[in-house]
């Protein structure tokens, strides 16, 4: 196949032809460069390869052009290559129009000339470009193929935890796609148990359970040793954050994660908010990049594996996994996050998992084209989603409790909705039942005068009450009566150490009323329930670590 295509545009041959240089010195072997003296000639370049069926990974295009604009451009190629990542060259006086480019044209990034020297200033940065549309593209699909229903929970469930781990995988809806038909016949079997999986190499599996499909998708389920310096449970923002610092410090790090890396964040379908990201990353890119630095560092990623329990020796602390197994580590760092509490309410139970969502489960967005859909909460998280799915469902209706949507929600969120047209907010508002016999396909709305109201609906997605998934160290740390872990001066007990404390030191900022057992992002008491505060602790928590195991030396 030929490679794909970075085209650069801009009018100054002098300026063009150090981009091109520069382009080509960094990326030859792998991405032919295209340039384009003009928006024009840039455009025209663009419906051609496109007409040849050829790949364009990256646009850069200069700003201040005559007759068409690099934004102009940008904007009229993004239809014609709308995976291709867009940046826009510009200087220093024109950043202002950048900025706005960036919320209204879709630019992803903007670069000020000059860019010297390259590995500073340009490099970076469209490595990072390159390796998202990498991450989406495929051109030819080597990878699993999932067969099923589009209502089934078992097919929901294997289609997240693929997408979650970032598994490539094809999904066939046997009610809506004509290929499904093929596939069936390819397995020979008739009628057979559904969700069916055909592996890379062909094999077939029939209705595996998450776990299965896990061991042969490739996904480390078993640690490659029996004892570790640090262990961190969860792999959510804070957890990884604990496993980069960890790993490349010099500590054996493992982490253990029972569904996917990214944990809530990892569902977020975009993070306007995270510093250094000026036009936003969803959690699967942060995600993904997070879990190929902590790899690089040499952290062993054992998912789906959930720890069930935790017994303490001396110096060591034991985790007990699912398979009967168990971890000896000197240093446990919890990072398990919060889980949403279940809705009560008729009719949810049943239908959980065909229509009925806990969280944003974006691989259902395009099953909810040109439909309405609800949503209950009124979160980041759901504001997110609510976002996100506004881009595929005929109208999004946001039921909030409360009497205002920015009580928990951050402003920027608060004004993309308001200014939505297909987004409908109702205050004080609860779902009181969810009805459909296979699937959802309606929801009994309850009004702030107590009225009720039946509206159709594809689907419900569900963001409130989340709590800690922190159950299983009931016996081990304290906890709060919301299952919080108190950490640093909370855990003293007026004004002494907790009982049990056995080393000759005040617990650490982020440790537990356990020596050796820190605590970090969501499950922490008191924590600021954002990714960035996560990504903090995480990071912070591997210097007491250090201190810890200084002294067990």
Known sequence: MAKPVILTVDDDPNVLSAVARDLRRRYAEQYRIVRADSGAAALEATRELRQ??????????????????????????????PQARRALLTAYADTEAAIQAINSAAVHYYLLKPWDPPEEQLYPVLDDLLEEWQASHSPIFEGIRLLGHRWSPEAHALKDFLARNHVPYLYFDLETDPQARELLEQYGQPE?????????????LVAPTVAELADQAGLLRQAAQTHYDLAIVGGGPAGLAAAVYGASEGLRTVLIEREAPGGQAGTSSRIENYLGFPSGLSGGDLARRAVAQARRFGVEILSPVEVVGMRIDGPYRFLQLNDGSEISTFAVVV???LSYRKLDAPGIEQLTGAGVYYGASLTEALSCQAQPVFIVGAGNSAGQAAIYLAEYAERVIMLVRG???GAKMSQYLVDRIEASLNIEVRLNSTVSAVHGSAHVEAVTVRAPDGGEERCPAAALFIFTGAMPCTGWLTEIVHLDRQGFIPTGPQVFEEGRRPKGWDVDREPFLLESSVPGIFVVGDARAGSVKRVASAVGEGSIAVQFVHQHLARLR
């Open 335 to 337: 990072a398990v996050g």
């Open 403 to 405: 009497d205002s949507l």
């Open 52 to 81: 040849r069926g050829e790949a364009v990974a990256l646009f850069l295009a200069d700003q201040r052009m005559p007759g068409m604009s690099g934004v102009e451009f940008l904007a009229q190629a993004m239809p014609i290559f």
């Open 192 to 204: 057979p148990k559904l969700p069916l999986v055909r592996l890379v190499d062909g094999r077939w």
